[in-house]
């Protein structure tokens, strides 16, 4: 398949650019019956929303979702869901200077290369604007899920500044109490620091997400290469500016023996099986286990800066670009509901799947 | 798709257990006239293969490969490519005693939930015997990417030993050149220490492998989900113990600005476009830009280990597990032309779908 | 995938209900460069629209499509291409009566049973309103076809009326001057008085395409599974009231011996290989051979006739129904752009697909 | 993909050719816990088996299958189920002088435009023989449906013999009773004449064999692409010596009436939802609806005669082909277990994909 379609079956195709008329979202597959409230995919949206705190661009966008096809009374069909979210505040005119020249670290070079054309405005198809169609899409990926499993995403690094604490000692619902959305107050105010600095140098910086899945079901992954950490993994490496994904202990592992690492098996008190420690994050041999699936995503400081840089353009000259537009100082904040819709669309088809090989009673 | 397939255009099919008959693989979409060399296949083989080293486990297998299909005088028909490698020392008694117990950190207990039955032998699918497979299927991979593509993995991390020069400074002909396959012989000897220190106390340690992929051509990705690094990082993630992965400045990114992070665009000597540094890691937005790719995995320590651990089995009891068996202290060796094979496979995969959309002369 | 994508290379997906806001299509996988002519959709989808003439439903509909991605300069960029089309005549209150009743031959119960829920309005997604998408991917399709390849569709049988004159006898550039879509005016006539009987009566009446495709490369069809003429069979047979598909010889090659269905190989006065006969219908194999693809698709009567029917209602109760609406007396002349949409997007694909291994120079 | 898989939640892949080691297909999708008879397997092989009677081939294959992955205690493990079959009667030396000729009505033109290079012997990949494979598999299909399914095919016409007695009134259990695989012993007489006949003077027949499909469960089929009449057809062409399927009323639909053709909706005495009539051939808006699915599929007559006959050469000569090997008369009898397998195969995939979205309690 070409690439702008994810999951099997819940299969997503996303559509639209930065600045055209709007992005969009097909999602098929989704079971007829399932709840669809435009309330809380328009909630969801605004999470990703610009505009939203000083930590993020000036580009205004109402972010409103309308529904075109595969919903009757608020709930799935089972036809092809559709969704559309006019863009209210694209400027083409912003970027007539820079279509000449390929800005360091975007994809306009590639894009070239690759397919001849280049839609001039604003990045088109590979700016970050596509992940709104994603983030709709969660939110109806998510109902598919049982309301046991509880998918909660944070900044757990912004630059220099590094959250310490392991997740089993924070507050999850505290991760939206600020900006930055981490949910450590104090960290979080050293976080929004180190952004704002940024942004008045004109500058970027990177991050990392950890993202805490709990109550999924034991089952999901298909070996052995649809492992369900290897499709999380694809998915999450799929979002603009994502570097790296961990697992479990990770990078980490690398530092352990095996004896240090494995899991043993023992018993909840209800009798479930369950790990006494977690290094594996919760998927064992590509399927989840029941445990805390665990993962971090490393996401690279934005591309656009407020300073001049040395490029070439298309006709080769070397140039300098003097960047213009409006863009975010650090995009972790925002990549949060990203990271988890993600996680929504990768469990949701997993799930689907499972159930088609699942034993009847 | 059920998850045994991988590929979209060249597409392979993996089949068999660890201590079954043999492992198989079916290649569909090699292009006809593709150059199929049987003793490529069987020395790739062996360089995966068991035994080769006192730093592996002393299972012997020849691991050499048969053509069933798809190749006449060592060429591609354009049929789908069966291989067969046959199993010939795999011992079912010795997993008599462990099919009643949950090994920690093995996908038993996955396994055993997500199926109800349970390949009783030696992790059957889970075990990495299905990568002679991937490796096999790798080498015909390769064959249809130019030979300027030079695709290089070598360990640069066992346990607690890194590797700190950088690719650039490394002779990675001499990849081979130890046990180990690291590229630096006196780093090499640090970790060949280490890992007979972990065989000697029945331990395993982990690692990370780095992977260059020189003379790349620019153009291979497809946005927005099946970005390159996307398919790159799910085929990577998809090795048994691999539990992390990250792609040019990766983890480090987080800690870097943009102004830092950003690859200049500049010319080589022969006009063509490059970029000065090469954080992004010779993908942008998804596609290659010509620069090498470089990107590093980790795996975590073999899960198997000579020592009694505790956990419990099917009925739920909690037993002792007393290890038999014969394994690798160190997987790191081993895996990196698994590293190599799944880099090859989707390249190949990438490059037939480029061609598809490639402008015509 | 679920069913509402066709195409691997070159992919559609299509939403959107019959009474819903309207009808829209995703196409992925255009190479970039691809003209795209919004005149020329919606010049083909005033071919498939209603209330063309009195030979269709008196449903009017202007069937302007808009194009919301993918396209600059009227060139595909190789994003999504996103087409939309409101529904402007949709009356929802025409169906409440019948929202009760499962209507003989229509799709009500069987949506019913498969999904629980039913869109109530006129049929939703199983109405053929879902095919003004296809038509409008078409012609996107034929874009990436060379000029020299010609798709022509004609009306060949209207219940007991048969053109029988072979299509070498034909004038193909005279299948759109008349209603019925028959290129020999005589036999159009009376296609077009049985249908009009038919009208009056309230009743409606079937018949058969025959689609000549000629200038087709040898060499699209991807065996054994991906044959040819089994894709062009399964998306034929996709389309509303199709009941059966036939190529070449078709069923009529039951009654012949070998000896005499068998096509000979020879030359052309230009030294290229062709069969003297063509009861293959251009295909063999499973594979395009050059010659001209011939194939009859049958449809079956509308099932909406203006006429009681004894039915149950979703309670289970026997009820009569009393057909309101709007439809069409038959369904032929409407479905001739929707079968050479179709074949446009299979043969895209299937040359998509053949590119990414044909030998380069 | 390439055109080697069919299925997506039940998947096969096929490889191997006519004259070279055996034939093989993996399985995967197949769920857990599903029995797999070895005997079974090779009871039906022997069904389709070449050298079974005197209207057959005189080729003899003993076509045993192994298994060498996927089962064990006779059931599917959940990993892929891996079957192979090897060749016993492959004559290469056969195939020597007609490698340079292209044979009329066969695929080695097709294949040699396509691929560049052709497998010498036995036309290779598109031989029937690959079609053991695939009846091999439509055995574990069968095993995930109820056996409430039953799935019969039989021939009902041979060259100008055609059965007229509707499948109501025939016993179907009788379909083996002859080698023709009629299941009236009187009209298989005359098929069975026709068939000697025409291999006494060198030639071949064709015909047409009818499916019939009974205990289907209702709500099969993913509209409107996927329609289970859609999959249906595309894997009955698929078979070698198709040219054309038909479902419920097919081309005689063209013929009828709005009115005559509608099925009304009624009880049965156990109050459950039927159709009066069943011109819609069990499937309504693309989805099964309880009631049997018929079609009908046309199989030319076999291209191989033991005739001469003028063709052309690889390098464009005009020449004489004088036939040699050895063929079967008419492939009907030898087709029946491959289109049941094929129904089969549609059926379990559609079945596991139903799972996935169906309501549960």
């Known amino acids: 398949m070409p690439g702008n379609s994810f999951g099997e079956r819940f299969r997503i195709t996303t559509f639209g650019e930065s600045h055209g008329p709007g992005i969009g979202v097909v999602i098929d597959g989704c079971p007829a019956g399932t709840q669809v409230s435009l309330d809380d995919i ?61 800005r360091p670290s975007h994809a306009d070079y590639t894009y070239q290369v690759k397919y001849g054309v280049r839609d001039p405005s604003g990045g088109g198809r590979s700016s970050a604007r596509e992940t709104a169609a994603r983030v709709a899409a969660g939110v109806i990926a998510r109902s598919i899920l049982s309301s046991a499993v509880q998918i909660n995403a944070y900044v757990t690094q912004v630059h220099n500044v590094m959250l310490t604490k392991p997740w089993t000692e924070l507050d999850l619902s505290k991760i939206d109490g600020n900006a930055v959305r981490c949910p450590d107050a104090e960290c979080a105010k050293q976080m929004e620091a180190v952004i704002l600095a940024a942004k008045e140098s004109g500058d970027t910086v990177g991050g990392v997400i950890q993202c805490i899945i709990q ?147």
Request: one cysteine or more; charged letters at 20%.
């Open 215 to 361: 109550g999924c079901p034991p089952g999901l992954g298909e070996p052995v290469f649809d492992k369900l950490h290897a499709d999380l993994g694809k998915a999450i490496l799929s979002i603009n500016a994502c570097k790296g994904v961990e697992f479990g202990s990770g990078f980490q592992s690398a530092l352990m023996k095996g004896s240090e690492h494995n899991d043993a098996f023992s018993h909840d008190t209800n009798g479930n099986i369950i790990t006494n420690s977690n290094h594996s994050g919760g998927i064992q041999g590509g399927i989840s286990n029941g445990m805390p699936i665990v993962f971090r995503a490393a996401f690279k400081p934005v591309s656009t800066i407020m300073r001049d840089q040395q490029t070439v353009d298309t006709s080769g000259q070397e140039v300098t670009l003097k960047s213009k537009g409006r863009h975010d100082p650090c995009v972790l904040p925002r990549a949060v509901p990203i990271v988890e819709a993600m996680v929504a669309i990768v469990l949701s088809d997993h799930l689907l799947k499972f159930r088609s090989i699942e034993h009847r009673v």
């Open 42 to 102: 328009n909630k969801e949206l605004a999470r990703r929303r610009p505009g939203q705190s000083q930590l993020t661009t000036a580009r205004r966008e109402d972010d409103i979702a309308v529904i075109q096809s595969g919903v009757v009374d608020r709930k799935a069909t089972g036809a092809p869901i559709a969704l559309w979210i006019a863009n209210s505040d694209a400027r083409e005119s912003d970027y007539t200077e820079i279509a000449q020249a390929y």
